[in-house]
Protein backbone atom coordinates (compact mmCIF):
# COMPACT_ATOMS: atom_id res chain seq x y z
CA UNK A 1 0.00 0.00 0.00
CA UNK A 2 1.13 3.20 -1.12
CA UNK A 3 0.76 6.22 1.87
CA UNK A 4 1.00 10.40 0.68
CA UNK A 5 2.90 12.69 2.90
CA UNK A 6 -0.04 14.82 2.66
CA UNK A 7 -2.99 14.58 4.64
CA UNK A 8 -6.33 13.11 3.42
CA UNK A 9 -7.94 15.95 1.66
CA UNK A 10 -10.25 13.77 -0.27
CA UNK A 11 -13.65 15.06 1.67
CA UNK A 12 -12.42 18.97 0.39
CA UNK A 13 -13.34 20.17 -2.75
CA UNK A 14 -10.82 21.57 -5.07
CA UNK A 15 -12.11 24.90 -4.59
CA UNK A 16 -11.64 24.46 -1.16
CA UNK A 17 -8.18 22.58 -1.20
CA UNK A 18 -7.39 25.24 -3.58
CA UNK A 19 -8.76 28.28 -2.06
CA UNK A 20 -7.94 30.67 -4.92
CA UNK A 21 -8.85 30.50 -8.62
CA UNK A 22 -5.99 28.87 -10.97
CA UNK A 23 -7.04 31.13 -13.56
CA UNK A 24 -7.52 34.76 -12.13
CA UNK A 25 -6.26 34.21 -8.48
CA UNK A 26 -8.99 35.71 -6.55
CA UNK A 27 -10.26 33.43 -3.87
CA UNK A 28 -12.99 31.80 -4.12
CA UNK A 29 -16.24 33.02 -2.08
CA UNK A 30 -17.49 30.18 0.17
CA UNK A 31 -20.25 28.31 -0.78
CA UNK A 32 -20.07 29.85 -4.42
CA UNK A 33 -19.79 28.43 -7.85
CA UNK A 34 -16.76 27.07 -9.36
CA UNK A 35 -15.97 25.33 -12.81
CA UNK A 36 -12.94 22.30 -12.82
CA UNK A 37 -10.94 22.35 -15.74
CA UNK A 38 -8.39 19.36 -16.53
CA UNK A 39 -4.58 19.42 -17.22
CA UNK A 40 -2.71 17.03 -17.95
CA UNK A 41 1.24 16.90 -16.29
CA UNK A 42 2.06 13.29 -16.44
CA UNK A 43 -1.30 12.22 -14.43
CA UNK A 44 -4.54 13.90 -14.66
CA UNK A 45 -5.04 16.97 -12.38
CA UNK A 46 -8.07 19.44 -11.54
CA UNK A 47 -7.90 23.04 -11.41
CA UNK A 48 -11.24 25.45 -9.88
CA UNK A 49 -11.77 28.12 -11.26
CA UNK A 50 -14.43 30.75 -10.94
CA UNK A 51 -17.35 31.01 -13.77
CA UNK A 52 -16.18 32.58 -16.46
CA UNK A 53 -13.09 32.18 -15.54
CA UNK A 54 -10.55 30.00 -17.63
CA UNK A 55 -6.64 28.93 -17.84
CA UNK A 56 -6.82 27.80 -21.25
CA UNK A 57 -6.74 30.23 -24.09
CA UNK A 58 -9.04 31.89 -25.82
CA UNK A 59 -8.28 30.69 -28.85
CA UNK A 60 -7.52 27.13 -28.05
CA UNK A 61 -11.35 27.58 -26.30
CA UNK A 62 -12.77 29.23 -29.80
CA UNK A 63 -10.56 26.28 -31.97
CA UNK A 64 -12.23 23.39 -29.73
CA UNK A 65 -15.58 24.82 -29.94
CA UNK A 66 -15.32 25.06 -33.58
CA UNK A 67 -14.22 21.89 -34.18
CA UNK A 68 -17.58 20.75 -31.87
CA UNK A 69 -19.75 22.82 -33.75
CA UNK A 70 -18.95 20.72 -37.22
CA UNK A 71 -18.92 17.66 -35.81
CA UNK A 72 -22.39 17.96 -34.58
CA UNK A 73 -23.15 18.94 -38.14
CA UNK A 74 -21.65 16.42 -39.22
CA UNK A 75 -23.58 13.81 -37.30
CA UNK A 76 -27.02 15.77 -37.66
CA UNK A 77 -26.48 14.90 -41.69
Known sequence: MTT???????HLSAAERQRTCAA??????PGGRTGLEA??????????????????????ESTIAGKLRRMR?????
Not at 4 to 10: N, R, V, Y
Not at 24 to 29: A, S
Not at 42 to 55: I, L, R
Open 24 to 29: CGRPFE
Open 4 to 10: SPHPPDH
Open 73 to 77: TAEAA
Open 39 to 60: FLDGEVHYAAVHEGCSTHPAAR
